[in-house]
């Protein structure tokens, strides 16, 4: 696992969104995994920017996004599909036919899960998954305790994760109970994995996740499993790692390492 420590939330998005630049400027037809979340909103910001201002096409891009609460209307405010029109769809150019995003109001979520996956497996599989963790270690809604081969499916949300989203819901009564999520064994299929986390209350979990044994109540951990997995945090979520001078020492080292 990369670990990349920025100074500031705002750096720890812009140097997250030259990876999934980088990405499509390789491949420009590249599937993406999407996430929600207040953490990725720098990342996002970014990467319109570099679409108006440099020209990142987005025109042959196609995107997953990883999970969406069961119960809310697509044209709800705290909807995930609508989330990501407003915060990134609506402001970049990928052809609406190329954005999946689980239903949260399917009549049938095991045929829709089912179908999920096999659209990420004929789209050629994600290059490069984008996720935030939770402060009780989760990615996407895998709550504690998931199976680190999970597939897309429908979860009970942790009362942590509930307490956490309160914020955004006019009182804790009206945050979803159910979430529909692609599964740590899904998520460990794309090429590429980048987490973004800022901030105190990220700390302990980011710690856990890079530092911690593998483990199911910690679901963020299963990305020492994957071959091709950075990190991207700030100052504040960085402050309970152990080894954060050798992560600040590879950085400095890296422009005179060998090339590989
Ligand atoms: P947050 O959520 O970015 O709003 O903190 C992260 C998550 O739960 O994955």
Redesign the pocket.
């Given at each position: 696992m990369e670990v990349i420590i920025a100074e500031t939330y705002e750096q720890m998005g812009k140097s997250a969104a030259q990876m999934v630049a980088q990405v499509i400027n390789t491949k420009p037809n590249a599937v993406l995994g999407m996430?929600t979340?207040?953490?990725?909103l720098a990342l996002y910001r970014e990467l319109v920017r570099m679409h108006r201002e440099e020209g990142l096409d987005f025109s042959q891009v196609t995107t997953f996004n990883l999970d969406e609460y069961v119960g809310l209307p697509v044209t709800h405010p705290q909807s995930y599909h609508y989330f990501m029109h407003e915060n990134f769809f609506k402001h970049v150019n990928i052809p609406a036919q190329h954005i999946y995003i689980p239903s949260g109001t399917t009549s049938n979520y095991e045929a829709f899960c089912a179908w999920f996956e096999q659209r990420i497996l004929d789209c050629g599989g994600i290059d490069l998954q984008i996720l935030?963790?939770?402060s009780d270690g989760?990615?996407?809604f895998n709550e504690p305790t998931s199976s680190l081969s999970s597939r897309t499916r429908l979860k009970t949300l942790a009362k942590q994760?509930i307490d956490?989203n309160a914020r955004f819901f006019d009182k804790r009564e009206d945050v979803p109970i159910y979430a529909i999520t692609m599964g740590v064994g899904t998520i460990l299929e794309a090429r590429k994995l980048l987490l973004v986390a800022n901030g105190k209350n990220?700390a302990a979990a980011v710690a856990a996740m890079i530092e911690g044994p593998v483990t199911g109540m910690i679901t963020a951990s299963a990305l020492q499993l994957h071959p091709s997995a950075t990190v991207f945090i700030d100052k504040d979520a960085s402050g309970e790692l152990k080894m954060i001078d050798y992560y600040n020492w590879i950085q400095q080292m890296k422009p005179g390492a060998p090339k590989h």
């Open positions: 996430a979340g207040s953490t990725p935030g963790i939770g989760h990615i996407a994760t956490d990220k």
